[in-house]
């Protein structure tokens, strides 16, 4: 059995991630983290420093056409949430198939979310750790049950040098080309990723989703808005209260 999963910033070049390289890059050096301020508000502030600078805002890029690369078993789903965290707590039980474990994983992804060594040093230690499944581990969770585990990193990343990849679990990484995996998939994930790709692009994900030729459910214990506020919009709505603010404050003095 063999487990899909896409994440959205597959299809948002960044330099940080490996992608070209240019006089603006400070500007995609963002601390990430899932929670509200980091999915959601931060993105107001990082689209007016985009403005400041003169540059045009970051998009998705090459999603259409995507599904039509693979095969797929009779039935199956596409889940889809915010975070690939959930991606680890997917098993085949989840399609009446208690006794199995998935055989492969692949992952389109610009990170390859099987550990880092900031955080743990080896797949013992994060065995030991007692961490759990986050957005940057959930591949070990499936290399400790057997699977053999599949990164394609987007064809926007210039090399697999910048960054250098050390996961704590063996890993077959490649520079996507096109080319389908052999595997038929049972099982597909995909997470918007709303942490590393901005809320302009949040129609799309809609329209990716859309795409695909499959039925589709969101993953039970997902928690998100979507899409989230145009960050356009609310810099606008804080202007006009600002205006309005400051002309009482002017009346009343």
Request: charged fraction near 25%.
């Amino acid at each position: 059995m063999h487990l899909l999963v896409v994440d959205w910033d597959f299809f948002f070049p960044t330099p940080a991630a490996g992608g070209p390289q240019g006089p603006h890059d400070d500007l995609f050096t963002w601390p990430v983290a899932e929670d509200e301020f980091h999915t959601e508000t931060i993105w107001e502030a990082r689209h007016r420093d985009f403005t400041a600078a003169g540059v045009e805002l970051p998009q998705v890029t090459g999603w259409q056409g995507f599904w039509r690369r693979f095969r797929f078993s009779d039935g199956t789903v596409l889940v889809y949430a915010d975070s690939n965290a959930w991606a680890g707590l997917l098993w085949p039980s989840d399609l009446d198939r208690p006794n199995e474990r998935w055989d492969s994983v692949h992952l389109y992804d610009a990170h390859h979310d099987a550990g880092y060594r900031q955080n743990h040093q080896s797949f013992e230690e994060w065995k030991a750790s007692g961490d759990g499944i986050r957005c940057e581990t959930w591949m070990l969770a499936h290399h400790w049950a057997g699977a053999s585990l599949h990164v394609h990193f987007p064809p926007w990343r210039e090399s697999l040098d910048r960054p250098r990849e050390e996961p704590l679990a063996p890993v077959a990484m490649t520079i996507d080309d096109g080319r389908a995996p052999a595997a038929v998939f049972d099982l597909v994930f995909a997470c918007r990723s709303g942490a590393w790709v901005p809320p302009w692009c949040d129609e799309a994900f809609t329209e990716f989703l859309r795409s695909a030729p499959l039925p589709k459910t969101v993953f039970d214990q997902n928690r998100w808005v979507h899409p989230r506020p145009d960050p356009a919009r609310m810099a606008e709505m804080k202007r006009e209260l600002y205006a309005k603010v400051e002309k009482m404050n002017r009346h009343s003095g």
